[in-house]
């Protein structure tokens, strides 16, 4: 809100740090200073004062309210109701929300001010501009809507995913992914799924085929590297009879065959032999394949998933991969994060694979709040794979219950400073206890990013949470 300086009466031969005139003046000056409306009636409710900030908030001039009365004003529609007369009637402060003739909006507060005999002799009405606060409101409840329906599509890609239990996403970074590759699923785009060993890429081109057109036809998986260099072509694409010593007298489909109408994944497709590569590139562009020793092309019709973990776009520049099939290829590209960015996955999998072996073997066990700290420290190089081998690890090695953090076989995984897991070399045990809890409370609140969620997975309540919080943030 711009302003004017107020200027301090100053009389003939009179500095402004001297004598400043009479109160009346002073207080008028004062007055005029303050950003907040003020506006000042007597014991009956007659205007006979209001501020320049007044004028600025309510959109009135001074002239259209001086010397009335708040009655004749609430009447002829200036205000919309009025705070003064409320504030005589009941004889205390009264605060409402008052609409000026102007469309503008203001909180405003009366408080009467009365003689030694009870009658009124002034009534000072405080208002505050809310324009602001009322677009913050409006803003809010477009932010809330927004994100009512950003939960609601992550709830609708939940639901998609129970198909496949293993599929665990509670990571901003796997949830935003998962948005993205659900707007894909539905069409026939070649997907490219990059990503580090382990990261998940398998279970995200399920993902894919199963909320496809194609859902209800073959999903065929191929692991490229596991294949023989030597059986690659006859796997991938048929053979004829006879075509080969060994082969079978009535020939054989190939793998593009067998997932006709439906989806095939090519895991590790980076491995494929230079040669066959351009064979894949044939069934890509024309929809049709040639078995080996055969003549006549065999049409297919397939939607190609391909993953690997390695730099395609440096054995492009390298020669040891087609550029031509890697541009086929990275029609849409999809890059998996790898586990230690997605920290709020890793207890969440963790969980649901212990639970999973609780239900094969008919036991209870869980997992410490400190173990599951030491988990989530944990930069994981073999990602969710890794994982699930120390979940079978410490299922197999911990005893009856709970899984400690010495249960965990995870090399740097143990009780030192920094991690949730403390060690303290002068056994001060109050201070360990101060620090792990510390830990988990930080790392729950990173984790899930309020605190009533935070508290709940710490098994406290959301008032305790918020204390120790505070706290420990005191003591920094």
Same mark, same amino acid.
């Given at each position: 809100?711009?302003?004017?300086? /107020?200027?301090?009466?100053?009389?003939?031969?009179?500095?402004?740090?001297?004598?400043?005139?009479?109160?009346?003046?002073?207080?008028?000056?004062?007055?005029?200073?303050?950003?907040?409306?003020?506006? %000042?009636?007597?014991?009956?409710?007659?205007? %006979?004062?209001?501020?320049?900030?007044?004028?600025?908030?309510?959109?009135?001039?001074?002239?259209?309210?001086?010397?009335?009365?708040?009655?004749?004003?609430?009447?002829? !529609?200036?205000?919309?109701?009025?705070?003064?007369?409320?504030?005589?009637?009941?004889?205390?402060?009264?605060?409402?929300?008052?609409?000026?003739?102007?469309?503008?909006?203001?909180?405003?507060?009366?408080?009467?001010?009365?003689?030694?005999?009870?009658?009124?002799?002034?009534?000072?009405?405080? &208002?505050?501009?809310?324009?602001?606060?009322?677009?913050?409101? #409006?803003?809010?409840?477009?932010?809330?809507?927004?994100?009512?329906?950003?939960?609601?599509?992550? #709830?609708?890609?939940?639901?998609?995913?129970?198909?496949?239990?293993?599929?665990?996403?509670?990571?901003?970074?796997?949830?935003?992914?998962?948005? /993205?590759?659900?707007?894909?699923?539905?069409?026939?785009?070649?997907?490219?799924?990059?990503?580090?060993?382990?990261?998940?890429?398998?279970? &995200?081109?399920?993902?894919?085929?199963? =909320?496809?057109?194609?859902?209800?036809?073959?999903?065929?998986?191929?692991?490229? !590297?596991?294949?023989?260099?030597?059986?690659?072509?006859?796997?991938?694409?048929?053979?004829?009879?006879?075509?080969?010593?060994?082969?079978?007298?009535?020939?054989?489909?190939?793998? +593009?065959?067998?997932?006709?109408?439906?989806?095939?994944?090519?895991?590790?497709?980076?491995?494929?032999?230079?040669?066959?590569?351009?064979?894949?590139?044939?069934? $890509?562009?024309?929809?049709?394949?040639?078995?080996?020793?055969?003549?006549?092309?065999?049409? &297919?019709? /397939?939607?190609?998933?391909?993953?690997?973990?390695?730099?395609?776009?440096?054995?492009?520049?390298?020669? $040891? +991969?087609?550029?031509?099939?890697?541009?086929?290829?990275?029609?849409?590209?999809?890059?998996?994060?790898?586990?230690?960015?997605?920290?709020?996955? %890793?207890? *969440?999998?963790?969980?649901?694979?212990?639970?999973?072996? =609780?239900?094969?073997?008919?036991?209870?066990?869980? +997992?410490?709040?400190?173990?599951?700290?030491?988990?989530? #420290?944990?930069?994981?190089?073999?990602? &969710?794979?890794?994982?699930?081998?120390?979940?079978?690890?410490?299922?197999?090695?911990?005893?009856?219950?709970?899984?400690? *953090?010495?249960?965990?076989?995870?090399?740097?995984?143990?009780?030192?400073?920094?991690? !949730?897991?403390?060690?303290?070399?002068?056994?001060?045990?109050?201070?360990?206890?101060?620090?792990?809890?510390?830990?988990?409370?930080?790392?729950?609140?990173?984790?899930?990013?309020?605190?009533?969620?935070?508290?709940?997975?710490?098994?406290?309540?959301?008032?305790?949470?918020?204390?120790?919080?505070?706290?420990?943030?005191?003591?920094?």
């Amino acid at each position: 809100m711009k302003r004017e300086p /107020v200027y301090l009466p100053n009389r003939e031969n009179q500095s402004v740090i001297g004598d400043l005139g009479d109160a009346r003046n002073r207080l008028t000056a004062i007055l005029e200073c303050s950003y907040d409306g003020i506006y %000042i009636t007597d014991g009956s409710a007659r205007t %006979i004062y209001i501020n320049r900030s007044y004028e600025i908030i309510s959109g009135l001039n001074r002239s259209e309210v001086m010397g009335k009365t708040m009655r004749e004003l609430e009447e002829s !529609g200036v205000v919309s109701r009025s705070s003064t007369l409320l504030a005589l009637a009941r004889r205390e402060a009264v605060t409402i929300e008052q609409e000026f003739k102007t469309r503008k909006r203001a909180i405003v507060t009366s408080t009467p001010l009365y003689n030694e005999d009870g009658s009124a002799v002034i009534v000072v009405t405080n &208002v505050r501009d809310v324009s602001e606060l009322r677009e913050l409101k #409006e803003q809010l409840a477009i932010n809330s809507e927004m994100n009512r329906r950003y939960r609601s599509e992550i #709830e609708v890609i939940r639901q998609q995913m129970i198909g496949s239990e293993d599929f665990i996403a509670e990571d901003p970074k796997m949830l935003e992914l998962l948005r /993205v590759v659900n707007r894909v699923a539905g069409l026939d785009t070649t997907v490219l799924l990059l990503g580090e060993t382990g990261v998940g890429k398998e279970l &995200v081109a399920t993902h894919i085929h199963k =909320n496809s057109a194609r859902s209800k036809a073959h999903f065929i998986k191929v692991n490229c !590297g596991a294949i023989t260099p030597s059986l690659v072509e006859s796997e991938l694409f048929g053979y004829e009879p006879g075509s080969f010593t060994g082969a079978s007298r009535a020939g054989k489909m190939g793998l +593009f065959e067998v997932a006709d109408n439906g989806t095939i994944f090519l895991d590790e497709v980076a491995e494929l032999p230079y040669d066959i590569q351009a064979k894949l590139l044939r069934v $890509l562009q024309e929809q049709e394949l040639l078995r080996v020793g055969g003549e006549k092309p065999v049409r &297919v019709n /397939v939607r190609l998933l391909a993953a690997t973990n390695r730099n395609l776009e440096e054995m492009v520049s390298k020669k $040891l +991969f087609r550029e031509d099939l890697y541009y086929r290829l990275n029609v849409f590209p999809v890059v998996i994060p790898p586990l230690r960015e997605r920290q709020a996955d %890793i207890a *969440a999998l963790a969980r649901h694979m212990l639970e999973q072996l =609780n239900r094969k073997y008919g036991t209870e066990k869980s +997992f410490t709040q400190t173990a599951l700290a030491g988990l989530t #420290e944990y930069k994981w190089p073999g990602n &969710v794979r890794e994982l699930r081998n120390v979940v079978e690890r410490a299922f197999i090695m911990s005893g009856e219950g709970e899984i400690t *953090a010495a249960d965990l076989p995870i090399q740097g995984v143990r009780i030192e400073p920094g991690t !949730g897991i403390l060690q303290d070399r002068d056994l001060n045990l109050k201070r360990l206890v101060e620090q792990v809890e510390k830990d988990c409370i930080d790392r729950a609140y990173r984790t899930y990013g309020n605190v009533r969620k935070a508290a709940k997975s710490l098994g406290m309540d959301p008032a305790t949470f918020s204390r120790k919080r505070r706290k420990y943030s005191e003591k920094e």
